[in-house]
């Protein structure tokens, strides 16, 4: 089974940044992508990042662009999200996804059901 594992939540002030990490463990499988998702109370859970590891390339939410950025070690299956100039906005359960298929076009990557692998969720708290 495998078992995906973020770490680096927490509370921090807006303006802040924090690093969010998430980890393969279990059977090994092998991830075409990564991606990172959040999901704030009441609303539906929305893509937030992904690396897709055959070239590097990396894609973000239009929100996101120029504040956060994705990156990982295919080879251990870890992805990191560097989060920088939080907004209370950001608050959410933020979860890392892997994709064991290959996508026919990075526009895949942004929906979640593309996704094989889910973890369980860090909690992202913004305070204004």
């Known amino acids: 089974q495998v078992q995906l594992v973020e770490s680096g939540g927490g509370l921090v002030q807006a303006g802040g940044s924090l690093r969010l990490s998430c980890a393969a463990s279990?059977?090994?499988?092998?991830?075409?992508?990564m991606g990172w998702f959040r999901q704030a109370p009441g609303k539906e859970r929305e893509f937030v990042a992904a690396?897709?590891?055959?070239?590097?390339?990396?894609y973000y939410a239009d929100s996101m662009k120029g504040r956060f950025t994705v990156s990982g070690d295919n080879a251990k299956n870890t992805v990191f999200l560097q989060m920088n100039s939080l907004k209370p906005e950001d608050t959410a359960v933020y979860y890392c996804?892997?994709?064991?298929?290959?996508?026919?076009?990075?526009?895949?990557?942004?929906?979640?059901?593309?996704?094989?692998?889910w973890g369980q969720g860090t909690q992202v708290t913004v305070s204004s």
């Open positions: 996804a892997g994709d064991d298929r290959r996508a026919n076009s990075y526009v895949d990557y942004f929906r979640t059901s593309r996704y094989t692998y």
């Open positions: 690396i897709r590891w055959s070239d590097g390339n990396t």
């Open positions: 279990g059977r090994t499988f092998r991830s075409y992508a």
